[in-house]
């Protein structure tokens, strides 16, 4: 199993006791630019919430990285062209983005009962699981 | 993208069946359809065997190679949401009815013949059977259990072909004790609901997003997926536009039977809310907990241990009635919030489940390749595996291949800004 001093794998997306979920930085040297740290989560939030950034009028730039596959945080560079900042930017991305997973949702729910509906579902799921599988006849290296 | 946001997100259900769904996700970014297919594979929690005690083991398998074994099988982990805690949130010291599923296996081999030990031999153990170490009161969980909660997956069906653990030939036996517990394929692939979510785009290779080989004709040589009948074919004189994005992502989603589809696709899309939820909410709790140490918003931030229920069901009624004071989204207004809120109805909405800030986090694992790298059916063993890179257009991947670089679109740049 584990070795024993090996931190508990739920560390990885778990946040620790106190821990602040996000650390906003902002840029000194570039303007309307920040930092954003974004702790106990992994591309999948990141790269979706960078997509939707992209897409926004306001953003400049924005980017992320996680900086060590070990480490579980990553870093979403957000630049603005001043009419907002990055945090609200980055705000109103997640706000549209749960939008369209909620409107998705619906639509998904729609989908799913219909073909409840239609009747799929009775199908054999499991194709031809009356015949067993190969390696249940004939001698293998087991039997010797 | 900017199309993308003209268009309404659209899905299309191509087949459903008892394990498995198939469908057309249509009008999203390259990296929404991709957060989809990481999380329905690495973040939806299910129970699985996690400790195993052994009282006898005579067969040809060492203990931890049966363990390794009995921890693969997938066992019904129908509304794991409710139905279980993690044990790090359990009160208990180490595993409770609240946070556990109690199995043993006994079989022995009387008759000159080789026997197979499978799945169907576990039985879970009702409580008052095997005796739990320590007297803990029944918690909600257990009463929004189905009735066959943490049992293995087809058993008592002959139907299903159950799963071999091991074979056994005359006297020898094997006698042990699982735990099983809720946990989320980011600690362990075991724990994964799906087998296999394949995810393709751009059957035909349009956007270039793949290079092929060939050695004389690429046309004969590659032959086309099944869903290039979903889209037009390019004309071989027609030019390379070279500001197409991806729009229409296929999707097969097979769960191993431990979860439903529907409920794989749906929890999925609530996690996803989830930790776009947290993540708001962490912004905004940023600022008022540097004055007024304390208070509510700062109380309300994800919790990551301690699953309270009490705690999850106001949040459900609605987007945080009372998470911040100044309410999520500073858009109010927005087709987002106004779907947000339909969707929290239906769904449970984002932080409704149970779990809160428990399943909501989800950490970067060591195993992750570039995340839309998708390839074909990517396997449980690796969530976020890049499998096939050279694979006919499926799921070719593209932002970050470098994972250390600021993630870019052309991957290429080994550490450039990608904007």
């Known amino acids: ?144 | 993208m900017q199309v993308n946001d003209l268009l309404e997100p659209n899905v299309r259900i191509r087949e459903l069946k008892k394990d498995r769904v198939n469908f057309v996700l249509e009008n999203v970014d390259i990296s929404f359809a991709n957060s989809l297919r990481r999380v329905m594979m690495a973040d939806i929690p299910t129970v699985a065997i996690d400790m195993v005690e052994f009282d006898t083991n005579t067969t040809v398998l060492p203990d931890e190679f049966i363990a390794h074994r009995l921890g693969m099988i997938p066992l019904v982990s129908t509304n794991c949401d409710e139905a279980i805690r993690y044990s790090r949130d359990c009160t208990c010291l180490e595993s409770c009815q609240n946070c556990s599923i109690e199995l043993i296996l006994n079989v022995a081999c009387h008759e000159s013949r080789t026997m197979d030990i499978t799945s169907n031999h576990l039985d879970v153990v009702v409580r008052g059977g095997f005796g739990w170490r320590e007297e803990v009161d029944d918690g909600e969980e257990i009463a929004r259990r189905s009735e066959n909660f943490g049992h293995p997956v087809g058993k008592n069906d002959p139907s299903v072909q159950p799963v071999l653990i091991c074979k056994i030939r005359k006297g020898q036996e094997l006698r042990v004790r699982c735990i099983a517990k809720k946990g989320i394929a980011k600690e362990h692939a075991k724990w994964s609901p799906c087998s296999a979510v394949s995810f393709e785009y751009d059957p035909h290779n349009r956007l270039r997003h793949t290079t092929y080989w060939y050695e004389t004709d690429i046309k004969k040589e590659w032959p086309l997926s099944a869903n290039a009948a979903e889209e037009e074919a390019p004309l071989d004189d027609e030019p390379f536009d070279y500001n197409a994005k991806p729009q229409k992502f296929y999707f097969e989603v097979e769960t191993d039977g431990s979860l439903g589809p529907q409920e794989v696709v749906m929890k999925g899309l609530t996690e996803l809310q989830t930790k776009l939820a947290n993540l708001v909410l962490g912004l905004k709790t940023d600022p008022p907990e540097l004055d007024t140490l304390g208070g509510d918003a700062a109380t309300q931030l994800p919790p990551a241990n301690g699953t309270l229920p009490a705690q999850a069901a106001p949040r459900a009624t609605g987007w945080g009635q009372e998470a911040s004071p100044a309410g999520w989204g500073g858009a109010a207004g927005t087709p987002g919030s106004s779907a947000g809120g339909g969707g929290g109805g239906a769904g449970g909405g984002w932080g409704t489940s149970p779990t809160g800030g428990g399943t909501a986090w989800g950490g970067s694992s060591g195993s992750g390749a570039s995340p839309p790298a998708g390839g074909w059916g990517t396997n449980t063993a690796a969530p976020a595996g890049a499998w096939g890179a050279a694979g006919s257009g499926w799921g070719t991947g593209s932002p970050p291949r470098n994972n250390t670089g600021w993630s870019s679109p052309n991957p290429q740049t080994q550490s450039g800004w990608n904007v």
């Open chain 1, 1 to 144: 199993m584990n070795a024993p001093n090996a931190p508990n794998r739920y560390e990885l997306y778990v946040l620790e006791e106190g821990e602040k979920p996000v650390e906003v930085s902002e840029d000194t040297k570039i303007p309307n630019a920040a930092t954003i740290k974004v702790v106990k989560q992994d591309h999948t939030l990141a790269n979706m919430v960078r997509g939707q950034l992209l897409s926004m009028p306001q953003v400049l730039f924005a980017g992320y990285k996680v900086p060590h596959p070990l480490h579980p945080y990553f870093l979403v560079k957000i630049q603005t062209d001043g009419t907002i900042t990055p945090t609200a930017a980055l705000e109103q991305a997640c706000t549209k983005l749960i939008g369209t997973l909620s409107s998705l949702e619906a639509k998904f729910k729609r989908e799913f009962s219909f073909k409840d509906v239609e009747g799929v579902t009775t199908e054999d799921a499991y194709g031809t699981s009356t015949t067993g599988p190969a390696w249940t006849s004939g001698r293998d290296y087991m039997d010797f």
